[in-house]
């Protein structure tokens, strides 16, 4: 196929996701808008008001209405979208369960925002791991092209028959949300063919088949829900990868589960989700220069997370600094976490921790030399000095 | 009932058969059983207007017993009984005695 025509403009990530939004033109979005999502409705709700889709916006009380909503346009046979950040989503964990549960492939823009206390609206993870158990597919964009992309795939990932599950698309807040790039939007006619008409599977609104959702589910049953469920995420991994092939030979962008930047040679490697990967490509590129053989693994799909793959994908470097925009109190970053459970534990890359970005916080050029550079250390004696540090912090 | 493997559930366990939960037989969570005296019982069918699970079977307009396949054991229809002179129509017995 040829790569279809597309237009360069200049937006936020926030406005990018909207334009997305406004080509999918979902049936039914229910939102109650939170910083730093807000300009995703406030661009999308003057979409609605000016007739340029056919979405029915519910503008409800909380955010735990909000998802409430969701899954009832959804469950009646609707394609449901809706972005929210940080408390927002927190407000919305019970319902995210039973978004999953019920298999509804509603689509979310997560943009991500730090948890309170202390009350914070800046951008990091901590939103996004929070939810890493509650059955949605999860995305990750490093900026707005990635996130608008992300957002084109989405329903063709949640969707797939063998899927049906909900799927969240992160953006880093303020930082890429409010920050004005330069990114190709492809045309409304290539955004409609290449996502199709949805077919619900079982619509309460086809009341010509009556049926009962979200039943009482005993002992004896529920494991063999859960077991299911976990199937359709395994093989959301597959569908992953079908449609990000699909959207590269449309677009021309090319995407897979995880992005490796210069990794092949690499001997050491920093592990980062979003916006960062963007920092510390550039510091790679630096290093490169120097002769010091440094590499990036950008996770794009956190769940299902790509353990096989990300643990070939690792298996030759000699040190690995896994870098967490979100933290476990008591506990090793989740991302590192995940990374430990990928890799083997005997013929692997030494791994170690580093915090850093909570509250917004920035990861300077110089947070990531020091980064690399003691990886490099870490790589030569095979001997961390601290397995979890905070980047930047005051002593 | 045979039971599912967690290949063949439906999907989203989403029910599309009406009234199937007959098919659960739920009378095994019974401790006490009601044990039903015919002499004491004036056809009121309070019995079977109270009965959270229609489990007391009814025939022409007259109560004849109950399903033991769905009663629950909860007791509530001998506690609504209104009984014949003080003797209760419905008595709730110890299950296994």
């Known amino acids: ?395 | 009932m045979k039971q599912m493997n967690w290949k063949e559930l439906p999907h989203a366990g989403t029910v599309l058969k009406a009234g199937n939960a007959n098919e659960y037989k739920t009378g095994s969570w019974r401790s006490f059983k009601p044990r039903w005296v015919e002499e004491n019982c004036i056809q009121c069918l309070f019995c079977w207007i109270y009965c959270p699970d229609s489990a007391v079977t009814v025939k022409d307009e007259k109560m004849t017993g109950f399903d033991y396949d769905h009663c629950k054991g909860c007791g509530v229809c001998a506690m609504e009984c209104p009984g014949k002179k003080g003797n209760k129509a419905i008595v709730m017995e110890e299950e296994g005695k």
């Open chain 1, 1 to 395: 196929m040829a790569v279809a025509t597309t237009k360069t403009v200049a937006v936020t990530g926030n406005q990018a996701v909207a334009e997305a939004f406004r080509q999918l033109n979902p049936d039914v979005m229910p939102a109650y808008p939170i910083t730093p999502s807000t300009g995703i409705m406030e661009s999308f709700t003057s979409f609605v008001s000016n007739g340029k889709v056919d979405t029915e916006t519910i503008l409800v009380e909380s955010e735990h209405s909000a998802m409430s909503a969701c899954i009832g346009a959804s469950a009646a046979g609707g394609r449901v979208a809706t972005a929210t950040s940080a408390q927002g989503l927190a407000l919305m964990w019970e319902m995210l369960h039973i978004a999953s549960g019920y298999r509804l492939p509603i689509l979310m823009a997560l943009v991500n925002r730090a948890l309170s206390a202390p009350l914070n609206i800046h951008g990091d993870h901590s939103d996004g791991m929070g939810m890493r158990d509650c059955g949605w597919i999860q995305l990750f964009s490093e900026n707005a092209q990635e996130a608008y992309d992300n957002t084109v795939m989405a329903y063709r990932i949640a969707e797939h028959k063998d899927v049906r599950l909900p799927i969240a698309v992160n953006m880093d807040g303020f930082i890429i949300s409010h920050s004005i790039e330069s990114m190709q939007f492809m045309t409304d006619e290539d955004v409609k063919k290449f996502v199709g008409e949805y077919i619900a599977i079982d619509p309460l609104l086809d009341i010509d088949n009556p049926k009962s959702i979200g039943a009482l589910v005993l002992p004896d049953y529920y494991m063999e829900h859960k077991r299911a469920q976990h199937e359709a995420m395994l093989n959301a991994k597959r569908v992953v990868k079908e449609v990000s092939e699909e959207f590269a030979r449309i677009t021309g962008r090319k995407y897979d589960l995880f992005e490796s930047y210069r990794t092949e040679d690499a001997e050491i490697v920093l592990v980062a989700l979003n916006s960062a990967a963007g920092t510390i490509k550039d510091e790679i590129d630096r290093y490169r220069e120097q002769g010091v053989k440094a590499g990036l693994l950008k996770p794009r799909l956190f769940r299902p997370f790509p353990y096989d793959e990300i643990g070939v994908a690792l298996k030759n470097a000699r040190a690995v600094c896994i870098m967490d925009r979100a933290d476990s109190y008591g506990g090793y970053g989740p991302l590192f976490m995940e990374i430990a459970s990928a890799v083997s534990p005997q013929r692997g890359p030494v791994l170690f921790n580093k915090i850093y970005g909570l509250g917004g916080r920035d990861l300077m050029p110089l947070d990531v030399d020091k980064v690399i550079e003691e990886t490099a250390e870490v790589a030569k004696t095979g001997k961390v000095r601290i397995m979890k540090e905070y980047i930047s912090v005051r002593n």
